[in-house]
């Protein structure tokens, strides 16, 4: 079996927005974004959203401000510009945090923030928004909302090699999902994700592919097959399918993973180039030496310069955020 630990990459999953309902033209905008968004075209829904925003007046409920903020902080998350999906949640979360019917969506924000976070590496930051998310859906009874953040929080643990953690909250999470008949595909694929990821680092090879499988094949029902959660899903596959020493295999996922996320968030972004990192790695394990080196500078290189700029433009998350107590 190839090491293939040293090079694990999973994503934070299942970004949701609260179920839209008012009736004004924000709403509609809204809804139309969310749309757009839930079939890969988060650009355009950036594009509604981001003059709406910009024009929105006091007929405007709080709560709606909120969702709208915090849609388009998950639109630009799945493009790939964390620095400006960290100051949209930041903005729903000042505003939702003010009005007490719109604590579903400030739970929402908090949970996407926290993805935000733990994408830029700072995973302290991600855990504390995540578990004040976990409590705030506890206290409203949303079994889903629980469940995603239990599976996040197991996803901080992997990143952070505390697989004792992961299956504790991995646990959680697919306990409350089983009692709960509304999880949709994202979470179902969120949820197997994370279990193919742990069954991997327990050498199951064999579950961890059916698991990354279903994972794929519930994001691709979700979204169609150009959304940048169904190139995660591939990437994570191919590791699974080189630690079983299947070349041909793990190389064509994460050449189908570089597709879709070139198409879907750009070669700029650092989506696009964790991938390429795991393409590296899986190069070198099966005998390209020059191409992965090749792959390998490139990508330090690009990621240094994403790092930088996420530096000199950082918001107040890391250092000033504080969480709900």
Request: aromatic share 6%; charged share 20%; hydrophobic share 40%.
């Amino acid at each position: 079996m190839k090491n293939i630990l040293r090079f694990l990459f999973i994503p934070i999953l299942a970004i949701q927005i609260s179920p839209l309902h008012a009736q004004d033209s924000l709403s509609a905008l809204l809804k139309r974004a969310s749309s757009l968004r839930e079939g890969g075209e988060s650009r355009k829904s950036i594009a509604l959203l981001q003059p709406a925003l910009q024009n929105s007046g006091e007929e405007a409920s709080s709560v709606e401000l909120g969702k709208a903020w915090n849609l388009l902080g998950a639109s630009y998350q799945d493009a790939g510009l964390f620095r400006d999906a960290a100051r949209c949640h930041e903005r729903a979360i000042q505003i939702l945090r003010e009005d007490s019917n719109g604590k579903a969506e400030l739970a929402s924000a908090l949970d996407n923030l926290g993805s935000v976070e733990n994408w830029i590496g700072t995973p302290q930051v991600s855990r504390a928004l995540r578990m004040s998310a976990y409590r705030i859906y506890g206290e409203l009874g949303d079994q889903v909302g629980q469940a995603r953040t239990a599976n996040n929080l197991a996803v901080i643990a992997i990143h952070g090699g505390d697989f004792r953690t992961a299956k504790r909250y991995a646990k959680t999470a697919q306990e409350i999902a089983k009692g709960s008949p509304a999880i949709d595909g994202d979470d179902l694929a969120a949820l197997e994700s994370v279990a193919g990821t742990i069954a991997l680092h327990d050498g199951q090879t064999e579950r961890a592919i059916e698991h990354l499988s279903r994972a794929i094949n519930s994001w691709t029902q979700k979204h169609g097959r150009q959304h940048f959660l169904v190139g995660l899903g591939y990437s994570l596959r191919a590791q699974a399918f080189a630690a079983r020493d299947e070349g041909t295999q793990a190389l064509s996922d994460i050449e189908e993973a570089l597709r879709i996320e070139a198409d879907v968030v750009g070669r700029g972004s650092a989506i696009y180039w964790q991938t390429q990192t795991v393409h590296a790695s899986l190069l070198r394990d099966f005998g390209d030496l020059n191409e992965a080196s090749h792959i390998e500078k490139e990508s330090d290189a690009v990621m240094a310069r994403i790092k930088q700029d996420q530096c000199n433009q950082c918001t107040t998350t890391a250092t000033g955020f504080h969480p709900l107590p």
